[in-house]
């Protein structure tokens, strides 16, 4: 089992930055991919960035030049770094995880409001 907890969400202006952590803990050796999807209002779950376990990253293409996924492996922490925010990044953020023998774990979700 693994369990996530996701924070770093808020209120923030049009072209301001956040960054969401999400803390990882329990059987973490399993996991395969990392990542951070959203959903909006009215929306379906949409793929913001993954990381996977050799390291090599991917962005949709919406968040692409503005949003940095990192992981600290020593911290069993992930991190989305998200700058030029823009409104129609306002969602709920989810952390998940995917593991080898593909069970998905998801955090609570935070949310992040940007202001026009």
């Known amino acids: 089992q693994v369990q996530l907890v996701e924070s770093g969400g808020g209120l923030v202006q049009a072209g301001g930055s956040l960054r969401l952590s999400c803390l990882a803990s329990?059987?973490?050796?399993?996991?395969?991919?990392m990542g951070w999807y959203r959903q909006a209002p009215g929306k379906q779950r949409e793929l913001v960035a993954v990381i996977i376990s050799g390291g090599s990253k991917n962005y949709a293409d919406s968040v692409k030049g503005r949003f940095t996924i990192s992981r600290d492996n020593a911290k069993n922490m992930v991190y989305l770094q998200m700058n030029s925010l823009k409104p129609e990044d306002t969602a709920v953020y989810y952390c998940?995880?995917?593991?080898?023998?593909?069970?998905?774990?998801w955090g609570q979700g935070t949310q992040v409001t940007v202001s026009s």
């Open positions: 329990g059987n973490i050796f399993s996991i395969n991919v």
């Open positions: 998940h995880f995917l593991s080898h023998s593909n069970f998905n774990y």
